[in-house]
């Protein structure tokens, strides 16, 4: 599927989880590798080598946040959503007590909607914040429960016990149950895709990040999000765990005012995910 597939494409979970042919391909070599290793007199290290080789592509699909190697991965917004001039504005890792309303209020100010990729436990220890998040336009997304360190070492029963827990927490306080979930970090593994695929959601990454978790000039961070920036595109910064400016204020609250400047410059509307990723 391509990275700017439809929502009805994106989010069709009937069925049996269909494997990329990248972890088709893996499991045949494994098998092959075992097999000349049995049959083929002195071709063990051949296949140990070959083995080694194939775990790291798929680690390395695993560490590239937009790679749709190991599963879909929404890493653009679908055409019809670009043909009508619409960004997302995505802000993880929050909510938090002393950015997020600012955010809010400057989205607000500026009449666009943006995507917050919550920590499910802040919620709960934010949960009039994240209804406020909810009742002023915005959307709340699955960024799983803990946003653990070591969430893309977990297997998938640690995958789904992670998220199908973010999930029940966002549902209880929001009252809408999230449709799009992004790792911590964007990190994953083989074993994620299939549990998404159960759950009903689908992976978003980004088209371009700002890093503002970092970063601390605020310039630098603008220059990277707005920089070939176009219809379509999903863009990354943060609430929870923002880097903070010279005078020691949160980044994201210095480069915000001047991103949706540049929207309005451009006649690019930011919208939700889901209503982005809808038909």
């Given at each position: ?5 439809s ?19 893996s ?61 997302a ?8 007590p ?25 919620v ?34 640690g ?22 979930f ?9 074993f994620l ?45 943060h ?23 540049r ?5 690019l ?11």
């Open positions: 599927m391509g990275k700017s597939a929502m009805s494409q994106t989010l069709d979970v009937s069925g049996s989880w269909p494997w990329p042919p990248v972890v088709r391909a499991v045949g070599w494994h098998l092959a590798a075992l097999a000349a290793a049995l049959l083929v007199p002195g071709a063990w290290p051949w296949a140990i080598g070959a083995v080694v080789l194939n775990h790291v592509l798929i680690t390395a699909a695993g560490l590239t946040p937009r790679s749709s190697l190991l599963g879909p991965n929404v890493t653009r917004l679908p055409a019809a959503s670009a043909a009508r001039g619409e960004v504005i995505t802000i993880d890792d929050g909510p938090d002393e950015v997020t309303s600012q955010v809010l209020d400057l989205l607000d100010a500026h009449g666009q909607r943006a995507t917050f990729f919550c920590i499910a436990e802040r709960r220890e934010q949960p009039a914040l994240a209804r406020e998040i909810v009742e002023r336009g915005h959307s709340i997304q699955n960024h799983t429960a803990r946003h653990r360190h070591t969430f893309s070492f977990l297997g998938p029963r995958f789904h016990a992670e998220i199908a827990r973010a999930q029940q927490l966002l549902q209880e306080v929001t009252g809408e149950r999230p449709i799009c992004r790792a911590p970090a964007g990190l994953r593994n083989p895709a299939p549990v998404l695929h159960r759950l009903g959601l689908v992976l978003v990454s980004w088209t371009r990040r700002g890093f503002d978790t970092r970063e601390r000039d605020a310039a630098t961070v603008l220059a990277r999000l707005t920089k070939d920036l176009r219809a379509g595109d999903i863009l990354l910064l609430d929870g765990n923002a880097a903070r400016t010279s005078s020691g204020r949160p980044v994201v609250l210095e480069v915000l005012p001047l991103l949706l400047e929207l309005h410059a451009d006649g509307r930011a919208v939700t995910l889901p209503q982005a990723l809808t038909p």
